[in-house]
Structure formats: structure tokens, C-alpha cells
């Protein structure tokens, strides 16, 4: 089994930062895939940003060039840097695991609410 613990959400303005923090637990390896998600009310998660065992990246339209995830292999966290927050980034962000081997299956963390006041 997989923990993962979030933390880092909060309250900001419009044009602030926040930066969110996963620690992953239990059954965890260096090749694991590792990202960011959000959700509104009424609608679907959606992905944030993502990260690879290489390093390789991807980000959703909306938030490239403000946005960064990284890892910390030592200590088997991600991070995701939100920069210029926009009210439209409000959502609760939940952090995701995937096997390399089993991509079907999704591990989550509880969520943290992240609220952009314009």
C-alpha cells in the first residue's frame, strides 16, 4: 500500500504563491509517477502536473509557465509550486501515485484546499 500526505494549502490573493508538498509512504519506488490534480465542485478531476522517475514533466495549459513540480528522490516527495495564482486555480488539490507498471491504478492523497481571493 501507498500513503501520501499533503500539505501547503491554503488562502491567497490574487497573484501569490503557495507551494504544495506530497510525502509518499509505504510501497514507493524511485520509478513511481508522481503528480498534482484538481477538483471543483461539479466537475471532473483534472491533471495539474506531472512528473516522471526521469524528470520528464507535464503541465496542463492553464498553469505552464506558472506552475512547477519537482521531487525530492530522498525523500520520496513532490512538490508543485504555484506561482501569479489566479481565482480560477481555486479547487482542492489532491496528490497522485501511479506504479510504472500498473498506470490503471491511482493512489491519492485526502486533498488540500487551495483558495484564490480576487
Known sequence: QVQLAESGGGLVQAGGSLRLSCAASGNV????????FRQTPGKRRELVARISSGDGTNYADSVKGRFTISKDNAKNTVYLQMNSL???????????L????????????????VTVSS
Open 29 to 36: 519506488f524511485s520509478t513511481d509517477l508522481m503528480g498534482w
Open 86 to 96: 489566479k481565482p480560477e486555480d481555486t479547487a482542492v488539490y489532491y496528490c497522485n
Open 98 to 113: 501511479q506504479h510504472p507498471w500498473a498506470t490503471d491504478y491511482n493512489y491519492w492523497g485526502q486533498g488540500t484546499q
